[in-house]
């Protein structure tokens, strides 16, 4: 199966400073979901994109699907400290979620 | 009440043994999945069962055996234990529609094979 490819790996920003990770495939895309997982945690859904240049906001989270629906992206406004963790984005794939490498966001206070 | 609920929450073992991970859904979901997540955080399929029957086997070893007594359960069986098979063992769930695909997970098995 196709894989999904997410960028960056790593980010570090300042409390205040905005973030964003990018989900890439190189074929089209039937739905993009995302999810968090805090340091220890386990994965929590956060929302699903299925329509093609969908946008969709939670508080400061605003999530994008691709007008050609083969990319994705996160975008946090304004981090928080409680906004640490790694987000995923994943393909439900015929009944398999297939996840990203996933974004570990660190936020310095 | 938890959701999907996996025992032990942490297991270390010697190299060779045999181990056991419950996990248990009380959400009423058709599928399950176990996922396995490295040290790189990386979150990898093994299994997934549609109402007990298994759908997706994704090219792991056999040592590891799934076995779903009813669609509220699904346990897995590690034989032979490997020091590579260290990792966080994810259960998940998920009401197995086309529509509604949101996957619940179990709050991991941290396995430490020493």
């Known amino acids: 199966g196709q894989q999904v490819m997410q960028i960056p790996q790593y980010q570090h920003v300042q409390e205040g400073e905005d973030f964003t990770t990018y989900c890439n495939s190189s074929?089209?895309?039937?739905?993009i979901q995302w999810y968090k997982q805090r340091p220890g945690g386990h994965p929590v859904f956060l929302i699903q994109?299925?329509?093609?240049?969908e946008v969709k906001k939670q508080k400061r989270l605003t999530f994008q699907f691709g007008e050609a629906k083969k990319n994705s992206s996160l975008h946090i406004t304004a981090t928080q400290t409680t906004d640490v963790g790694t987000y995923f984005c994943?393909?439900?794939?015929?009944?398999?979620?297939?996840f990203g490498q996933g974004t570990e966001l660190s936020v310095k206070p | 009440d938890t959701a999907v609920s996996q025992t032990p929450k942490y297991l270390v073992t010697q190299m060779g043994n045999d181990k056991s991970i419950k996990c248990e859904q009380n959400?009423?979901?058709?599928?399950m999945y176990w996922y396995k997540q490295d040290s790189k955080k990386f979150l990898k399929i093994m299994f997934s069962?549609?109402?007990?029957?298994?759908?997706i086997n994704e090219t792991v070893p056999n040592r590891f055996s799934p076995k779903s007594p009813d669609k509220a359960h699904l346990n897995l069986h590690i034989n032979s234990l490997e020091l590579g098979d260290s990792a966080v063992y994810f259960c998940?769930?998920?009401?197995?529609?086309?529509?509604?695909?949101?996957?619940?997970f179990g709050q991991g098995t941290r396995l430490t094979v020493v």
């Open positions: 069962y549609n109402n007990k029957e298994l759908i």
């Open positions: 074929t089209t895309l039937s739905n």
């Open positions: 994109l299925v329509k093609s240049g």
């Open positions: 959400l009423g979901h058709d599928t």
């Open positions: 998940a769930s998920s009401p197995g529609d086309s529509l509604n695909t949101e996957a619940f």
């Open positions: 994943a393909e439900n794939q015929g009944g398999k979620l297939i």
